[in-house]
Structures are given as C-alpha cells and as structure tokens.
C-alpha cells in the first residue's frame, strides 16, 4: 500500500490538515504506541486503522515520524486573503467589525463547535469573495471551493485564530444574551401584572 503524506503542513489539504487535527484533538500525546501511531497515519492518510496495522512496523514508525515533522512549525497567523482559480476571498479578522453580523458569527460559532467535520463549511463562513458580504452566495458553493483548494497551513492558522477571538468576545456576547432575557422577564412580568 502506498501512503500520500505531504512533506509540510502547507502541502496539507484542507481535509487531511482537518482529520489530523481532529485526532491530536482527541488523543493524549504522552505516551505514544504503536496503536497511536496507525491512528495518526490512518487519520492523515484516510486509510483504515486496520490497513496501517497491516504495514510494516518500520514503515508506520516512519510515516508517523514523518507526519509529526511535517506539522512542527511556529504558530502563524491567518492569511488576510487567498486566491483560489483567480478569485481572491477575504477574511475580516476583526470579529467586532461590522462585516461580523451576530448571525455569521453565530454561525462561524455553530459550524465551529463540529469545525473538524465540517472544516470548508467553517472557512467559508469566515472567507467571502471579495466584495461581497455576508449572506450573498451559497455558503455550500464556497464550502467546496475551500474544501478543494484551501491550504492545510492556513486551515490549522485559522481555527486557532478563530478560537482564540472566540473566547475573547464570547463574555461580551453573554452580558448581552443575559440582558435579553432580563427584558424578556420583565415584559413577562408587566403582561401578567395588567392581566391579574
């Protein structure tokens, strides 16, 4: 069996910089066994965990070797803008600008909680053509661009990025959802208090 592992993490695709995110996230890194070496491999490479099993030890301890190497670079941040087929896609990285309406960010948050099994869903939330705002085109169609085209570097920079504003401005939106439903109550209160 042949195994596709791209040399560093900007020749990851979306998918594969994704999957192995998605297992780091998962699996304690303390005590590395052969068991966690397959799922890693298996994870990148989209094999079954049962065909990596199959593999040589040497070949799995090198596949696995490889792929930590491939990863182990300084924390970046997020490109401001890509280009995919001559189309250029911005990413507003000031999350309290206006571009950020409370439905695309609750959306970038939703998406974000599953941004593993969802990842060109969650960078076409964040990423829009150029010129246009949020709402304008089918997020499923930017959701394949991305999927097909967008750099596993800029995928692992992004969600870091994204989580890390996320818990910024997640207070701020809390005090808000909490005087909401003050409000609420206390409009609740005056409708029973003229009916009683």
Known sequence: MKLHIPISLDKYTLT?????????????????????MCELVAAVTGHSVDAIKKLDIESVKKAFTYIIKSVDRKKQKPPKEVTINGITYEFNQDLAHKSWTAGRFIDADVIGQEVLTYPGKFIAILYLRKGTQYGDEKLEDRAEIMTKHFRGDHYVDVVDFFLQKREQLLPGFMVLQNARSQMLKQKALKIIQKRG
């Open 16 to 36: 594969e910089a994704a999957r192995m995110m998605d297992y780091i996230a998962t699996k304690p890194f303390e005590n590395v066994t052969i068991i966690t």
